[in-house]
């Protein structure tokens, strides 16, 4: 079945520096992509996605690109704030989007001023 | 716009009685509502898909008859953990699917369910 692999957190940052979060999946066919984050005593917000190769999903500044060949779908931010720190999740669906997510487990990330 | 809520937030229960969890799209209507369950430090995990006015479609693994899942109108889903024990404790979520906003699911807050 489906399946989405995500570095394991938590992972801390100061301030202003660079994040990357790998993703990589496995499904068969074309899924879409999404990246969603959860804020301390909040629900899920979706916050970005790609729905076809080579698509960029962008967002708050973070940004991710669907690759094909590695299967990966990388979250990236240049210059991260305190304000970023949450858990950040990558999943997968089906095209149409008619069926559930599949999540990875998700990485707390903590920025350190 | 786009907000789904869950009621309650958070539910104490004694092992053996039967608890419910509303999930409610507030400003659209919802023909799917997905049903995920979370572990700590784990990841979500879909429970069951349900569809208004049909039966819930249950992932593999997943006891129907234990977790019981109505779906009666475009805006309210429920989840009925029957006959609950300390294992049925987690973290409930649930979501709903707006099919005029590119399919995309809007989450609730979740339910955290403690059972004595």
């Known amino acids: 079945g489906d399946s989405v692999t995500q570095m394991e957190g938590p992972v801390t940052l100061s301030e202003e520096a660079f994040l990357t979060i790998n993703c990589t999946y496995t499904?068969?066919?074309?899924?879409?992509l999404f990246w969603y984050v959860q804020y301390p005593g909040e629900g899920l917000q979706l916050l970005l996605k790609?729905?076809?190769?080579?698509d960029k999903g962008s967002n708050k500044g973070f940004e991710a690109t669907y690759r094909k060949e590695t299967t990966s779908f990388h979250l990236e931010k240049g210059s991260v704030q305190v304000s970023d720190s949450a858990v950040y999740f990558c999943?997968?669906?089906?095209?149409?989007?008619?069926?559930?997510?599949?999540f990875g487990k998700g990485t707390h990330l903590i920025i350190q001023p | 716009g786009a907000v789904v809520s869950q009621h309650p937030s958070w539910v104490i229960c004694k092992s053996g009685t039967s608890v419910k969890i509303e999930c409610r799209s507030l400003?659209?209507?919802?023909?799917?509502m997905f049903w995920y369950r979370q572990f700590p430090k784990q990841s979500l995990m879909l429970m069951a898909t349900?569809?208004?006015?049909?039966?819930?479609?249950?992932e593999q693994g997943v006891e129907k008859d234990k977790f019981l899942i109505n779906h009666a109108s475009l805006t309210l889903s429920t989840l009925t953990v029957t006959s609950a024990h300390p294992e049925d404790s987690s973290f409930y979520i649930c979501?709903?699917?707006?099919?005029?906003?590119?399919?995309?699911?809007?989450f609730g807050p979740g339910t955290r369910l403690t059972v004595l």
């Open positions: 979501s709903a699917r707006w099919s005029g906003y590119y399919n995309e699911q809007f």
């Open positions: 499904a068969t066919g074309y899924p879409s």
């Open positions: 790609a729905t076809k190769a080579d």
């Open positions: 999943a997968l669906s089906d095209p149409g989007g008619a069926d559930g997510l599949t």
């Open positions: 400003d659209f209507q919802a023909t799917t």
């Open positions: 349900s569809n208004e006015g049909s039966k819930a479609t249950y």
